[in-house]
């Protein structure tokens, strides 16, 4: 089976307050992009890794590729102004024989190798699949006032990370519905439900973090000493 994964790399990190990207800050010496991509690169489920990125970025991760020996990273596609954006222009490169086609965050270095392989073969045989962790805290629903109208049912919520993993057909199908209808989404799950795709969850880890802000920062540090994939 055929397997790639797109990785939307083309945002600024505003929420973190440097002057480059958060993708390409440093997490033990080494950017915080690499530590995403040796975990595809060590995954014998995925065959080609395809960044989004912006056009000046192009030449950092043809670098990335030579000098952390990424064979299976394809070359760069432009990213867009929006996640969304930078994903439909990946899939237009993406190889021809991929049968499921998983989507990662930049900024997610702690994704296990089970989570990566559960979340393939889930969708292989369930059409669409997410990572996601159980809730923790209880969780309200409240007014745009702030007033609280309920709460909910922390039994049946849950974090949602990624990898989302999804038979090709399905991304594809759901990326043109969505342009169709001018539907915009961060979460390329909610893109499939639109068209009847209800994912599968795998259940994922709590050190799989998503890093946006400098506290996130602090935390990956952390969890970089002891985090094995």
């Given at each position: 089976m055929f397997a790639s994964v797109i990785i939307p790399a083309a945002?600024?990190?505003?929420?973190?307050?440097?002057?480059?990207?958060?993708?390409?800050?440093?997490?033990?010496e080494k950017p915080i992009?690499?530590?995403?991509?040796?975990?595809f690169q060590s995954c014998a489920d995925i065959q080609e890794i395809i960044v989004a990125t912006q056009r000046s970025s192009f030449p950092i991760i043809e670098e990335f590729k030579k000098?952390?020996?990424?064979?299976?990273?394809?070359?760069?596609v432009e990213g867009g102004e929006r996640?969304?954006?930078?994903?439909?222009?990946?899939?237009?490169?993406?190889?021809?024989d991929a049968e499921i086609i998983s989507v990662h965050d930049a900024v997610r270095p702690f994704v296990h190798l089970r989570e990566i392989t559960q979340s393939i073969e889930t969708a292989k045989y369930f059409g669409a699949s997410i990572v996601?962790?159980?809730?923790?805290?209880?969780?309200?629903?409240?007014?745009?006032?702030?007033?609280?109208e309920r709460t909910l049912n922390r039994a049946s919520l849950w974090n949602v990370q990624t990898p989302q993993s999804f038979q090709r057909k399905i991304l594809v199908d759901?990326?043109?519905?969505?342009?169709?209808?001018d539907i915009v989404a961060t979460d390329d799950s909610y893109l499939a439900e639109q068209?009847?795709?209800?994912?599968?969850?795998?259940?994922?880890?709590?050190?799989?973090?998503?890093?946006?802000?400098p506290d996130d920062l602090l935390l990956a540090e952390l969890l970089a000493k002891r985090f094995i994939p």
């Open positions: 945002g600024f990190g505003e929420r973190m307050g440097a002057t480059i990207g958060k993708q390409f800050l440093l997490l033990n992009l690499v530590h995403t991509l040796e975990r000098k952390y020996s990424l064979s299976k990273l394809k070359a760069p996640r969304q954006d930078s994903i439909a222009n990946a899939l237009k490169v993406v190889d021809a996601a962790v159980r809730a923790k805290d209880t969780m309200k629903q409240a007014s745009t006032d702030g007033r609280v759901a990326y043109d519905f969505a342009f169709r209808n068209i009847g795709i209800l994912p599968i969850i795998v259940e994922g880890s709590y050190e799989n973090i998503k890093i946006t802000t």
